[in-house]
């Protein structure tokens, strides 16, 4: 079975400031790594993704996160934070099922508060 | 493109009622899903589909049904709305190949008295 593990409920940084949302996975085989993003009262909207390839993945809004094949992680990051920032955050890993179906397991997610 | 709907926006049910909640998509997807979305659990897939006439189930299917007529539709069903179902649900779809991101709705927010 494969489960994601977003170990933060809740992320405090100033603006400006770095910003780093964790999450470690577990699958068999492959993973298959996702960065969603959700604003209040709305659907998750598609961040990032690694398949293969480079570590470092760039995606939507300045955020990149790094794959770490060892330490089984996935963390989200941005350079400098913006207040515009502030949203939950889910990190997500797939694996092929029968049928060929992309199941996708969500972290609990991380609340996200970028202070002015 | 209207992307994915997903209607209605709000819901109140009684126990042991009935009700079908209505997705669609416009994008000519062939995965379509329903998730849950429940404090500090994350979402949780409830049932799938591949292509039309094709359904599965995934991590918690118990008291609700799908069924995909069309590409276009995918709508759930339950059967006899309990209050643990209270919940805000997503429907989400995309492309079969290459693990590709998912679309969501804007999701239904359910409460069962």
């Known amino acids: 079975a494969q489960s994601v593990a977003q170990p933060e409920d809740q992320v405090n940084v100033a603006e400006g400031n770095p910003l780093t949302v964790k999450c470690t996975y577990s699958?068999?085989?492959?993973?298959?790594l996702f960065w969603y993003v959700q604003y209040p009262n709305r659907g998750l909207q598609f961040l990032l993704k690694?398949?293969?390839?480079?570590?470092l993945v760039k995606g939507s809004y300045g955020f990149e996160a790094e794959f770490n094949k060892s330490q089984t992680s996935f963390h989200l990051k941005k350079p400098s934070a913006l207040v515009s920032d502030s949203a939950l955050y889910f990190c997500?890993?797939?694996?092929?099922?029968?049928?060929?179906?992309?199941?996708?397991?969500f972290g609990s997610g991380t609340q996200l508060t970028v202070l002015p | 493109n209207a992307g994915v709907t997903q209607t209605p926006k709000f819901q109140v049910l009684k126990t042991g009622q009935s009700m079908t909640l209505q997705c669609a998509q416009d994008?000519?997807?062939?995965?379509m899903s329903w998730y849950r979305q429940d404090p500090g659990m994350g979402l949780r897939l409830i049932h799938y589909?591949?292509?039309?006439?094709?359904?599965d189930q995934g991590e918690v299917p118990n008291g609700y049904n799908v069924s995909r007529s069309t590409t276009e539709d995918f709508p759930l069903r339950l059967l006899s709305a309990a209050p643990s179902q209270t919940s805000v649900y997503f429907c989400?779809?995309?492309?079969?190949?290459?693990?590709?991101?998912?679309?969501f709705g804007p999701g239904t927010r359910l409460t069962v008295t």
């Open positions: 699958v068999s085989g492959n993973p298959y």
């Open positions: 589909s591949v292509g039309a006439g094709i359904t």
């Open positions: 994008m000519n997807h062939e995965y």
């Open positions: 690694y398949i293969t390839g480079d570590n």
């Open positions: 989400a779809s995309s492309r079969l190949a290459n693990f590709p991101e998912q679309y």
């Open positions: 997500a890993v797939s694996a092929i099922s029968s049928g060929s179906a992309r199941q996708l397991t």
